[in-house]
């Protein structure tokens, strides 16, 4: 089993930066790809950035590419988004997903990010 839990979000002004969070506990060592979504009010949860880490490819999502990065301290089994120039409709709940060789999709309790004057 493998256990996500997010951090670092908040309300921020338009143009301001957060960074988020993603510490991995558990069966780490079969964990092959982390990612983070978002889910904003009456909308479907969407892939904002993600992470292979047997490769290191890293993919963003065209809405995000530019602003966000996403980034990993293996030491630390952290993946974090630094995300700036944030925008109104950035707000949503951030979640982090880990995916594992045994076929395990594991999700944290998610993160509210706010972004408002």
């Known amino acids: 089993q493998v256990q996500v839990v997010e951090s670092g979000g908040g309300l921020v002004q338009p143009g301001g930066s957060l960074r988020l969070s993603c510490a991995a506990s558990?069966?780490?060592?079969?964990?092959?790809?982390m990612s983070w979504y978002r889910q904003a009010p009456g909308k479907q949860r969407e892939l904002v950035a993600g992470i292979t880490t047997t490769t290191g490819y890293i993919n963003h999502a065209d809405s995000v590419k530019g602003r966000f990065t996403i980034s990993r301290d293996n030491a630390k089994n952290t993946v974090y988004l630094q995300m700036n120039s944030l925008k109104p409709e950035d707000t949503a709940v951030y979640y982090c997903n880990a995916l594992d060789r045994t076929g395990g999709n594991f999700w944290g309790q998610g993160t509210q990010v706010t972004v408002s004057s």
């Open positions: 558990g069966s780490i060592f079969s964990i092959y790809r």
